[in-house]
Structures are given as C-alpha cells and as structure tokens.
C-alpha cells in the first residue's frame, strides 16, 4: 500500500524484511516515531509484531531494509541499540524469578557506573510504581502478574532510555490491571518524556492511548492513521475491536 509517512522521524524503518529460515515473518514494512510520541501496533497472533521489536532491539537479524534512530543507522549490536537509548520490554516479562526486586531493579542500570545516579532512577521507578517500593525485598517470581509487568517496565528505566518497546504488557492482566498499566505508560510519556513504541492484541487500548498507529496483518502494514482514526475505521472495529470494543460506540 502507499504509505504516508510523517517527517522528522526519530526511529524509521524503511522496506524491513525479516525471515526466520524459509518463513518470511516482515515483508517490506516501514515505520515512524517521532519524537515524543506513543505509537501503536496492534494485529493478531502471529502477524509479526514481537519479531518487529526484537529486530529494531538487535536480537533478530533482518533479510533486508533498514533501521535508522535519528537519521543514522541503528547498530545491529543489542547492547549497542541499548546504549543508544532503545529499551525492550519483551512479551511475557522476563524476570528473573529468584531475584528480588531490588536485583531485578538493578540488572537494568548494568551499563551505569555512578551509583548515586542509580539510586536516583530507582526512586523515579518507585515514583511510578510505588508497590515496587513496598515489595523492594520479595523475590520477582512471587509478585502479581502486574506487579511482574511493572518490573519489567521499571528495570528497563533503570537504564535510562529515551525510547520503549513494549511487547504486549497487557498479556494475561485483568482488565483493571491493564486500565492502570495504560495510565502509566501514558505517564511515562507525558512526564518522563519518553517516547514509545506499544505493541498490543488489546487494540482498543492501544488506540485509545496511542498518538499514530500501524495495523500489521501477516507481516504487512495494512492501515495506519491517528489512533482516533483507527479506532473508528470500519476495518479496525471489524477484525480487531470486536463486539466488546469502545463502550458506547
Ligand atoms: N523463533 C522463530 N522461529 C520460527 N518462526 C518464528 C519464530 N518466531 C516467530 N516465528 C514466526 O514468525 C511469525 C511472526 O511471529 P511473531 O512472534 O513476531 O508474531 P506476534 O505478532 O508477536 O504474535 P503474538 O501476538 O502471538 O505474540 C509467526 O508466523 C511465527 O510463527
Ligand atoms: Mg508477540
């Protein structure tokens, strides 16, 4: 399809192919973020969303096309796309279960030295999340589904970043859990200034929070718009908002 495609991008991806062997899993997608945005990428299981963050983190390889994070060419290093600012929060937390919280808070800041700038992070994480504080000594696999989730979150900022791929953070939450989730990735954006990128099978949320979205249907981009936009486009309430949608609509 013709894409529109915003300027000023601060991560764009152009014509990005990714295969895993024989199986082409991306087919010629391209993206914007810019800066300061919250931007979508809602499609069903199996459409390619997870293997599209883990190609911009450096994990995954792709065929062809290209990555660029502010108008260079995104190392195709992990760490390196992790010392440029680019934090991954993959889909199903990953958490190092026998660790405490605190441990776990502190394997995100691996690439910080200055430990009062360390201890400065960790209290802007329990700013956000303030039953991390209260369960800064229970071990991570003993935590809620959502408290596990904000761990992940809050271990990513431990390092700082300027931008967050969230894979999915609404996965197996209850729907109260996940209303709460979404304020704060709507706080982290309005007052931590980050920007992100929000992959999501909940995509009335994803597009209610979300400035711009990309609809990915078997590793193509078939729609983008404004979140409004989609989340009253007629193809977007059909096969991916379903009968309990947005209330009221
Ligand atoms: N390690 C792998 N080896 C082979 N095929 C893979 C691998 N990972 C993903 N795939 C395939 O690539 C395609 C895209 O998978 P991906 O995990 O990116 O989808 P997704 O949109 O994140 O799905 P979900 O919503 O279920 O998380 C799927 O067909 C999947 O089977
Ligand atoms: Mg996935």
């Known amino acids: 399809m013709q894409q529109h495609l915003p300027e000023e991008s601060l991560l764009e991806i152009n014509h990005l192919m990714v295969h895993y062997g024989g199986i082409r899993a991306l087919n010629d997608v391209s993206l914007r973020v810019r800066l300061g ?12 969303k ?23 060419p995104l190392p195709r290093f992990a760490d390196r796309v992790v010392s440029k600012g ?35 992070s960790m209290e802007t994480v329990f700013g956000l999340f303030p039953v991390l504080k209260e369960r800064i000594h229970q071990r991570g696999g003993t935590l809620s589904g959502g408290e596990q989730q904000m761990l992940a979150i809050g271990r990513a900022l431990m390092s700082r970043p300027r931008v967050l791929l969230l894979d999915e953070p609404s996965l197996g939450l209850a729907p109260i859990v996940v209303d709460a989730l979404f304020q704060k990735i709507i706080q982290m954006n309005r007052e931590m200034k980050l920007t992100i990128l929000l992959v999501e099978q909940n995509a009335s949320l994803a597009l209610e929070i979300s400035h711009r979205a990309y609809v990915l249907e078997t590793g193509e981009v078939k729609l983008e718009g404004t979140g409004v936009e989609l989340l009253h486009d007629p193809r977007v309430k059909d096969s991916y908002l379903g009968v309990s949608g947005i209330a009221g609509d």
């Open 37 to 48: 945005e919250i931007v979508a990428v809602i499609g069903a299981n199996g459409a390619g």
């Open 50 to 72: 997870s293997t599209l963050l883990r190609t911009i983190a450096a994990i995954k390889s792709p065929s062809s096309g290209s990555i660029k994070f502010e108008g260079e």
């Open 86 to 120: 680019i934090m991954l929060v993959p889909e199903g937390r990953r958490i190092f279960a026998p660790l405490t919280v605190k441990e776990n808070l502190l394997l995100g800041a691996y690439t910080r030295k200055s430990t009062r700038e360390i201890a400065e």
